[in-house]
């Protein structure tokens, strides 16, 4: 029987007709599923958590059927079942005891939780609430709960967020879940909204919380005393407002009505994927938001939906020239919008159109700030939003906007002050990476940690440096070259991207390799051209420096080689990373560091985030080493 690949997504069976139903399943026979049967599939699969498009896959029926099927095992107690954001997950209880053993321990007082060897349900669990600590190389995953975690969960009350954590920590600590309650109260208890005059006012659910807090913290931002629960807010100070607000450890809901510009009327033309429209429904909803999901999973066309969906003028920001040109030439193949509708804000091509895409870094100088100002935007875009916090573009996040939208792959930042990305644009609106792996939407990464053995020369450079030039020696370790080549050698159909943070060791690996440099020195037509050629599948080999951690479209990647990178940054580990990610093919990222030097703790860093969305990271010797 020919197997036919489903879509992944559960109905809710509440909301089918029964007449449909039925006719559904009665197309073909159905299937019963006792405990042996779910072991041998769950066995076959290699995994404890099943879906239904996973079962009917296996099967060889429909998603219906095997849908049917699981709710009965549900029904009569062999399975367990909850959603992990749109899909429906099937856990037979009894067999992740026989397949795994998994241990959690849970720490209320440090609000830590320590788990060995974590299944994938497991950890897309833990990612509502809790962010990934630390990761070592024997399955040990260290967890941490903050408030900014708290206040970003995606439930709809305490109760719901209790449940859930209780659920995956199969108990809860009375303390724990006080302080639980305690935040995600915190979150619910100043907002901003619009007077019927038109001013923006602060409003509070108590009136100590708005002498005690915001009247002590906020007296340059307010105008004046409404009432004992509300201040008349100075327009201007709004944005520094939330962020004070919310580093004195209350979100504040914003709930303005905004002016939303002339209407621009934009009709899509893609079918969005099911999960896509789970997030643009999301936003709408909650009028403000960063989408969060893994390169290559469609934020951007996800966006251009909401864009139409909201049809006012629109300003797209964007950290570099190379992304403001993929936007235009997104909308353009996307929706029905023309030239003329479209403007460029950049160098010489100053157009304020509909439509306008430019570069976090023009919109916050002054001399260009007041012409961004003088327009009432419908929506601002925020893409690869983890600039955001950054001084110099922060500024772009007072532009008054009646609706906000960031997208990332990667909300982390080594400063820790990713908290603010959400404080400025909105809450995380996403699918868990894992549930996009396993339906097939994005190619799961296998990454490699190599250490390599120093080449001789080398080695005596570094042992008589300190500091910065240590570090970059390590980096720079010749013998890396070796490496590369070795890899290469072993995967001659892959289409590779080596990325190099110093200049000198990227042209020197380049030299080596006979293949171009691609590095913020290259004049911006040599890049393109580079890129194009990568995309369409005329090279496959390109060096790179840090132009191509992220807003460079490369579907055809399937491997990727770090030579060096920035320290331990985790959002570039999952930038150059998601270099590989796509819907086919066996993605692959190798990063190499020096044996014995820091590069070893900055390159587990690096994976760090990685590892705790599921993907599988190992460390081993360079091919090199073993030989010699």
């Known amino acids: 029987m020919t197997r036919r690949r489903v879509s992944a997504r559960i109905p809710d069976r509440k909301a089918i007709c029964p007449g449909d139903a039925t006719r559904r399943v009665s197309e073909e026979p159905s299937v019963d599923l006792d405990p042996d049967a779910i072991t041998e599939i769950a066995t076959a699969l290699g995994r404890a958590v099943l879906t239904a498009d996973a079962v009917a896959d296996h099967l060889g029926v429909s998603q219906a059927v095997a849908s049917d099927a699981l709710d009965r095992a549900v029904e009569r ?45 497991t950890r897309a669990q833990l990612s509502q609430f809790a962010r990934l600590a630390d990761v070592n190389g024997s399955g040990g995953y260290r967890y941490e709960i903050t408030s900014a975690d708290v206040w970003a969960a995606p439930v709809d009350d305490a109760d719901a967020l209790v449940a859930s954590v209780r659920r995956v920590l199969g108990g809860l600590d009375e303390t724990l879940e006080s302080w639980l309650r305690s935040q995600y109260e915190r979150a619910h208890r100043f907002r901003l909204r619009t007077h019927d005059d038109g001013y923006v006012v602060l409003e509070s659910d108590a ?20 009432s004992d629960t509300e201040s008349w807010v100075a327009e201007e100070r709004v944005a520094d407002l939330k962020r004070t607000l919310y580093e004195a450890g209350y979100p504040v809901q914003d709930d303005r009505d905004l002016e939303a510009g002339d209407p621009v009327a934009v009709d899509l033309n893609v079918d969005l994927r099911d999960y896509q429209q789970t997030w643009v429904d999301a936003f709408l909803d909650q009028g403000a938001g960063v989408l969060v999901g893994p390169p290559g999973s469609g934020k951007t066309v996800a966006a ?37 509708q479209i403007g460029l804000y950049h160098g010489d091509a100053k157009q304020r159109r509909p439509i306008t895409i430019a570069t976090y870094r023009t919109a916050a100088m002054d001399r260009h700030r007041h012409l961004f100002d003088d327009r009432e935007w419908g929506l601002i875009v925020y893409d690869e ?61 296998t990454v490699e940690i190599r250490y390599v053995e120093w080449d001789r020369d080398d080695r005596d450079a570094y042992v008589a440096s300190e500091g910065q030039e240590r570090r970059q020696l390590a980096a720079s370790n010749s013998a890396k070259i070796d490496e590369i080549e070795h890899i290469l050698a072993a995967n001659p159909a892959a289409t590779a991207l080596i990325f190099a943070d110093y200049l000198d060791q990227g042209a020197a690996i380049a030299e080596r390799l006979d293949v171009p440099f691609c590095s913020g020195e290259t004049p911006h037509h040599r ?46 580990g999952a930038q150059r990373a998601g270099r590989t990610m796509r819907p086919t093919g066996g993605a692959r990222m190798v990063v190499l560091a020096t044996r014995g030097t820091r590069e070893e703790e900055f390159a587990r860093n690096r994976t760090r985030h990685l590892a705790g969305k599921g993907v599988p990271v190992t460390e081993r010797d360079a091919v090199t080493t073993v030989e010699e």
Not at 87 to 113: C, H, M, N, S, W
Not at 308 to 321: D, K, M, V, Y
Not at 392 to 420: C, F, I, K, N
Request: proline share 5%; glycine share 8%.
């Open 77 to 121: 107690a062999f399975l367990d079942a909850t959603r992990v954001e749109d899909t429906r997950v099937y856990v037979p209880a009894d067999l992740l005891g026989r397949v795994k053993q998994e241990r959690i321990v849970t720490f209320p007082d440090r609000r830590e939780i320590v788990v060995d060897q974590p299944d994938q349900f």
């Open 207 to 226: 009136a100590d919380l708005m002498g005690n807090v915001a009247r002590q913290q906020l007296d340059d931002h307010l105008r004046a005393e409404l």
């Open 304 to 340: 251009i939906a909401i864009l139409a969906a909201i049809g006012g003028e629109s300003l797209i920001l964007a950290p570099g020239r190379e992304l403001l040109e993929q936007w235009r030439e997104e909308l353009l193949a996307r929706t029905d919008l023309d030239d003329s």
């Open 385 to 445: 939003c983890h600039h955001v916090p950054a001084d110099a573009l922060r500024r772009s996040t007072t532009l008054q906007t009646r609706h906000r939208l960031g997208l990332t792959a990667t909300p982390v930042r080594e400063s820790d002050d990713e908290r603010e990305i959400f404080s400025l644009i909105g809450p995380p609106i996403g699918t868990d990476w894992e549930a996009l792996f396993d339906r097939g939407f994005v190619a799961r990464p």
């Open 527 to 572: 890049r393109q051209a580079l890129l194009e050629d990568v995309r369409e599948g005329r090279r496959d080999r390109l060096v790179l420096s840090r132009v191509g951690d992220e807003g460079i479209d490369l579907p055809a990647a399937d491997l990727a080689i770090v030579a060096s990178g920035l320290g331990g940054s985790r959002r570039q």
